[in-house]
T-cell receptor
Framework: GAVVSQHPSWVICKSGTSVKIECRSL??????MFWYRQFPKQSLMLMAT?????????EQGVEKDKFLINHASLTLSTLTVTSAHPEDSSFYIC???????????FGDGTRLSIL | QKEVEQDPGPLSVPEGAIVSLNCTYSNSAFQYFMWYRQYSRKGPELLMYTYSSGNKEDGRFTAQVDKSSKYISLFIRDSQPSDSATYLCAMSVRGQNFVFGPGTRLSVLP
């Protein structure tokens, strides 16, 4: 149980394009999903917390207009990297939680490479 | 002082060894403690989830929490090369405000 699917697993695109990453909870309903960024050999960096039906809460230093988050249903959250540039290249990972007081379950991540 | 501290390693052990991974923390309000395993270019996978002090065992894995010392451990018995990964500790207050350790890279040599 508690499977989180993330798509795509790897995307390469040109600078200036927008990229959408999907995060789905397959066998449970997730009122809260989280988006992380991870640089090589570094730990997870929380970008935002996404609650179904409301606006996402962004961590300090994360640009809301750059990283658009939509949590339209209890099983789907999307992260759109708008006008991506090479410095946005990273490993993005989503997670979902079944409340209350339950641990996070992670997707397999999306490797984003901006040329 | 960081909220959660974890030795980044790398830690190399021979196959069959007992591995001890540790985290210390500063926030006494943490109640829930987790260990995740992350293979290269994959998302973290939940290994153990414990509440409050004590031990919890699952197969070759034992999680230990000592709230009085603000110290948690993960023991891996009979380690295998497939256990080679980065291990992240995580903790939360009432299931909110998760904090992750930086991770320990483990290599189990055949």
């Amino acid at each position: 149980g508690a499977v989180v699917s993330q798509h795509p697993s790897w995307v390469i695109c040109k600078s200036g394009t927008s990229v959408k990453i999907e995060c789905r909870s397959l066998d449970f309903q997730a009122t809260t999903m989280f988006w992380y960024r991870q640089f090589p050999k570094q730990s997870l960096m929380l970008m935002a917390t996404s609650n179904e039906g409301s606006k996402a809460t962004y961590e300090q230093g994360v640009e809301k207009d750059k990283f658009l988050i939509n949590h339209a249903s209890l099983t789907l959250s999307t992260l759109t990297v708008t006008s991506a540039h090479p410095e946005d290249s990273s490993f993005y990972i989503c997670s979902a939680r079944v409340p209350p007081r339950q641990p996070q379950h992670f997707g397999d991540g999306t490797r984003l490479s901006i040329l | 002082q960081k909220e959660v501290e974890q030795d980044p390693g790398p830690l190399s052990v021979p196959e069959g060894a007992i591995v001890s991974l540790n985290c210390t923390y500063s926030n006494s309000a943490f109640q829930y403690f987790m260990w995740y395993r992350q293979y290269s270019r994959k998302g973290p996978e939940l290994l153990m989830y414990t509440y409050s002090s004590g031990n919890k065992e699952d197969g070759r894995f034992t999680a230990q929490v000592d709230k009085s010392s603000k110290y948690i451990s993960l023991f891996i018995r009979d380690s295998q090369p497939s256990d080679s990964a980065t291990y992240l500790c995580a903790m939360s207050v009432r299931g909110q405000n998760f904090v992750f350790g930086p991770g320990t890279r483990l290599s189990v040599l055949p």
